[in-house]
């Protein structure tokens, strides 16, 4: 065997390993989401058995699992696309702005980040109850912008840092004043970047459980949270939880499927110079 | 009237001055060029006509209007950038229209515009590809045509050719030249190449360190170069450079510099001190090889062949000379020595401390 042909052998094994680590969770999820439950459990594994949909009626009839999964839809898409405005216009201005303090609002923006979630979740709880923003859907987004907007400035900020100032000034020098360069020529280009930022703003607040547990109740509960109510010092209801778990990752999957293009893009683009 | 005019132009960036009171008229449609090494200023000089760059101090008038705080987009001016800086998403035609949309015209000027301009330049087969589609000088062709599209009064031009290879800049040269004369537009040129300089301009102006050293045309600045900068930067081979000091024969003055002694031009005779130190220079073109007589015999160290001339690197004693020879003149191989004389006529003369050319 050539070496290029073991290297390509060796390559395709450590995905194989990956993909199996990173599959089997899901795999079982599904499986287990669709198994009777007297087989749930049943030593050794029921590898084969009747396949069931009971869980998933469950799920839906149970409880409002379906609103449930609107909020969760109206907070993810809600704080991706304000943190993507809000985010991309402060990279562009950082990337811009030729100024030494500009690093330090940089740097500022991303500690943010940085900030463990745990230690702010009380303050928001009364900052919320105070002004009667808890348990609606406007209190999660707010706080997930809190985390998704440093995380695109330090994104778009790469990718307008490779957009080279010439096409401004070319464009500047043909009559267009700063929006319309921006809109037309520079953000068309960071493109990629933009679908990064999405896909990594959405999945965080489709996922987020922490703040959803504490700043919700009943009416702007999220599905995350709706998941785990299957599980109570009673009983736990594995096979609403598998498919409630399953449901929940539908909606990313697909989020990042559509993004897939600029995705890939954008994840390489800067390590090979146009 | 002057097209471009500066008067005293400076730039300062905090307290770091790059150029230092430049002075500069560009008649309508003349070919100006800014000529000099890297870091001389005349990007940012060209920037700052532009637009691209604020104007410390001084005045800038383009078509006899101040402009110092005009917008690049009121100042009717185009520009060529070294990097092309065509938009990569949009098409060729997409890039010329977007280049016209503010100035709010029908879609048929926009039309006629474009095909005009495609047509002049050779674009019509390319207008639906994207820059990426393209070779280099297609792209300078098309950074040429979304500038021409816009009919403004002066072309600015930020070393375009500098990204292309030596046969493609030749070409694309000749392209801006032809166009240069088809629409005889003001056009305010940047390069460190002095061959796109000398080729192409009506006025060079060159530049060092944010100073202008000299303005003149083509023959002009060869012919008779100001100083010692522009005597060695202009030319190539660059100008033959020996220290000299200023001697008595006969009553007249002679030029010593270690076995060699030149005549000085009559001219500057009666300006010439006793014991002044200059600096005698003397063009690789301006020296011929001589079998007998008036001369000096040298040592041959290199002899490079170019095709229709030779270059013939000498040495008269320690003095190290160039001379440019055709062809079909240079010495046989494995010549050891030769005899050159020096064109009295084409003498140039610096005095040595400020480097300033001594003339009449």
């Known amino acids: 065997m050539t070496s290029s042909a073991r290297e390509k052998t060796l390559v395709y094994l450590l995905i194989g390993i990956v993909l199996l680590v990173f599959m089997t969770p899901i795999y079982l999820i599904l499986v287990s989401s669709l198994k009777p439950s007297a087989v749930m459990f049943s030593r050794p594994p029921a590898f084969i058995f009747t396949p069931t949909l009971q869980h998933y009626y469950d799920l839906f009839t149970m409880r409002p699992f379906h609103l449930q999964i609107l909020n969760s839809l109206v907070v993810a898409l809600g704080s991706t696309a304000f943190s993507l405005v809000v985010g991309t216009m402060a990279a562009y201005a950082i990337s811009r702005i030729k100024n030494k303090r500009i690093n330090d609002v940089a740097f500022w923006i991303l500690s943010m980040r940085m900030f463990p979630p745990i230690a702010v979740v009380v303050p928001y709880y009364i900052i919320f109850k105070s002004i009667g923003l808890l348990d609606t859907p406007l209190a999660l987004i707010i706080v997930y912008s809190t985390f998704n907007i440093p995380l695109t400035v330090w994104l778009m900020k790469g990718f307008f840092d490779e957009v080279p100032e010439a096409l401004e000034e070319a464009a500047q020098i043909d009559g267009h004043g700063v929006v319309a360069t921006f809109f037309h020529v520079t953000l068309p280009l960071t493109a990629p970047g933009l679908a990064v930022a999405a896909v990594f703003c959405f999945i965080f607040s489709w996922n987020e459980f922490l703040f959803a547990l504490m700043l919700t109740g009943s009416k702007a509960q999220t599905v995350t949270v709706a998941v785990m109510s299957f599980w109570s010092s009673d009983a736990v209801q594995w096979g609403r939880i598998m498919a409630g778990s399953f449901v929940v990752l539908i909606p990313g999957v697909i989020f990042v499927l559509t993004c897939q293009r600029w995705l890939v893009q954008g994840l390489t683009m800067g390590s090979v110079k146009g | ?360």
Not at chain 2, 49 to 78: F, M, T
Not at chain 2, 106 to 116: K, L, W, Y
Not at chain 2, 242 to 267: E, K, Y
């Open chain 2, 1 to 360: 009237m002057s097209s471009v005019t500066l008067r005293n132009v400076v730039k300062r960036y905090g307290q770091v001055e790059v150029v230092h009171g430049v002075d500069l008229d560009v008649e309508e449609g003349e070919f100006v060029v800014l000529l000099g090494p890297s870091g001389c200023g005349k990007t940012t000089t060209l920037r700052m006509v532009a637009g691209l760059e604020d104007i410390s101090g001084g005045e800038l008038e383009i078509a006899g209007r101040v402009v110092n705080d005009v917008a690049p987009k009121d100042r009717q001016i185009a520009m060529v950038f070294q990097n092309y800086a065509l938009y990569p998403h949009m098409t060729v035609r997409q890039n010329m229209e977007f280049a016209l949309k503010p100035q709010k015209l029908s879609g048929t000027e926009v039309d006629c515009r474009i095909a005009e301009a495609a047509r002049i330049l050779g674009l019509e087969p390319l207008l639906q590809r994207k820059p990426s589609q393209l070779s280099g000088g297609q792209r300078q062709r098309v950074a040429m045509g979304r500038a021409m599209v816009r009919t403004p009064k002066v072309f600015l031009f930020d070393e375009p050719l500098s990204n292309l290879d030596a046969k493609l800049r030749t070409q694309v040269r000749l392209e801006i030249a032809k166009l240069h004369k088809r629409l005889g537009t003001t056009v305010l040129y940047v390069t460190h190449d002095q061959v796109e300089a000398m080729t192409l301009a009506d006025k060079i102006v060159i530049m060092k360190d944010g100073y202008i050293e000299q303005v003149g045309s083509p023959e002009e600045v060869f012919a008779r170069p100001r100083n010692l900068f522009v005597a060695t930067f202009i030319g190539s081979p660059a100008m033959n450079l020996m220290p000299a000091s200023v001697q008595a024969r006969d009553g007249r003055p002679i030029l010593v510099s270690g076995s060699l002694t030149f005549d000085a031009p009559a001219a500057l005779a009666s300006s010439l001190k006793p014991a002044q130190n200059v600096t005698v220079g003397v063009r690789p073109s301006d020296i011929s090889l001589v079998n007998a007589g008036a001369g000096y015999d040298a040592s041959i160290e290199v002899t490079e062949y170019l095709g229709t001339e030779a270059l013939l690197n000498l040495k008269i004693g320690s003095q190290e000379i160039v001379a440019q020879v055709p062809a079909s003149q240079r010495p046989a191989h494995n010549t050891q020595a030769t005899r050159i004389a020096f064109d009295p006529r084409h003498l140039h003369v610096f005095d040595t401390a400020s480097g300033q050319a001594l003339r009449a």
